[in-house]
């Protein structure tokens, strides 16, 4: 039975990268706390509206201070949005048209998109409307430039890339990756849409995807930005044009952003936006001790302590199943909601093989708070990622190692 005194030796190790994310915490809450100061959100702003939801100042606002922080002309941020699933859906649906091509260049994309895209049939899908789709592996964990090159002589409406990893193994795409490529396909034809999927990135490096070139990037507010405090919701940000598309691909026609009631959003979204810097740096710790912890133990995991961060997830490597499950089940009976309940493993809308997925979570699905998840199929890996306070994390990763020995 591994006590305090373990997590307190690894502590002693990690000093150096506590301090670098210590200081991106800075950092971004500087430029938080800057966007909120420049559109004067006011306590007026936080009460939101119900019916048609027009002239609602405080979500506008809001919107504006998402435009600022992500460095793009503008935002859409709703509870009407159900995940970051679906605001990426309404992203490909509303730039999209029939005979166009959609490329995905981070291989295929994760399952809960399969549907979205036609990968997997569906009547719904962009495919049964006509779109065309193609995609390209990476290669050694960066771009092959080569087939992008190749396919760049086709006509390509919108190119797709997914920065974390979905239950994929390859590593995470960081922010100088991202700029690299984008320059390289923006050089070769300006005029191609680059979407990004955001989704577990925001506030784990300095700049956005909007600021290396991206046209357009969607998130879940259930993860990073929502910092616990959302219980719903997404973004989508870029150039204008693209996001009056999307705001009437979310709503309708001839109306776009100026309906969708905020209800009480507004509050929830600004105060977790106001949080989510400390909160994602306390994520970030949590994943590091995990991956110290675990390969002091024997464990693969990736990234390692002190690799470049995309993302706030961390992969662990089990020898069997039955150490998967352990572990899953440490980190459900460590939360506040729901730990004296056993995850077991089960089918998921979306995935085609059973999966684990502990989440003791005050929001259901929420990937910010300290949950893990994975298939239970070989190599036996959990995707582990949140944890609201930093302190929470390290109680958590303790008890679900000594679960292990069970």
């Known amino acids: 039975m591994l006590d305090e005194n373990f997590i307190i030796e690894c502590e002693n190790e990690l000093k150096e990268e506590f301090n670098k994310i210590d200081e991106l915490a800075r950092l971004n809450s500087k430029k938080v706390i800057d966007a909120f100061h420049k559109y004067k959100l006011s306590e007026s702003d936080l009460h939101g509206t119900i019916g048609y939801g027009y002239n609602d100042e405080g979500r506008s606002k809001i919107e504006s201070i998402y435009a600022e922080i992500f460095k793009s002309e503008d935002a859409l941020v709703r509870n009407q949005f159900i995940s970051g699933s679906h605001a990426i859906n309404v992203c490909l649906q509303a730039l999209l048209r029939p005979n166009d091509t959609l490329l995905t260049i981070t291989g295929t994309p994760y399952d809960t998109l399969h549907e979205v895209i036609g990968i997997k049939e569906n009547n719904s899908s962009l495919m049964s409307y006509g779109i065309k789709y193609k995609e390209i592996d990476l290669v050694n964990n960066d771009f092959d430039y080569e087939k992008i090159k190749n396919e760049l002589k086709n006509t390509i409406k919108v190119i797709h890339i997914q920065r974390s990893r979905g239950y994929s193994l390859r590593e995470s795409i960081t922010i100088d990756k991202l700029e ?159 730990s004296h309940v056993k995850p077991i493993p089960s089918p998921m809308p979306g995935y085609d093989t059973d999966i684990i997925m502990a989440s003791p979570s005050f929001t259901q699905g929420s990937s910010i708070e300290l949950s893990c998840d994975g298939p239970l199929k070989k190599p036996y890996v959990l995707f582990q990622q949140g944890s609201l306070t930093y302190e929470y994390g390290r109680i958590a990763i303790l008890n679900a190692i000594n679960k292990l020995k069970e």
């Open 180 to 338: 690299k490529v984008i320059k390289y396909i923006k050089n070769i034809n300006k005029n191609i849409i680059i979407f990004v999927d955001n989704c577990y990135c925001e506030f784990v490096e300095e700049k956005s995807p909007i600021e290396v070139g991206a046209d357009i990037c969607a998130g879940s507010l259930i993860k990073n930005l929502g910092a616990g405090i959302a219980t719903n919701g997404a973004y989508i940000v870029g150039t204008k044009e693209l996001i009056k598309l999307c705001s009437e691909r979310l709503t309708l026609p001839g109306e776009g952003k100026d309906v969708g009631p905020s209800d009480n959003a507004n509050r929830m979204f600004a105060l977790g936006l106001y949080f989510a810097p400390n909160v994602v740096a306390s994520s970030l710790k949590t994943s590091i001790l995990t991956s110290k912890a675990l390969e002091k133990l024997g464990y693969n995991v990736t990234p390692k302590y002190n690799e470049k961060r995309a993302d706030i997830v961390e992969l662990i490597y089990f020898n069997t199943k039955d150490e998967l499950i352990n572990y899953a089940s440490g980190i459900q009976e460590s939360g506040a909601i729901d």
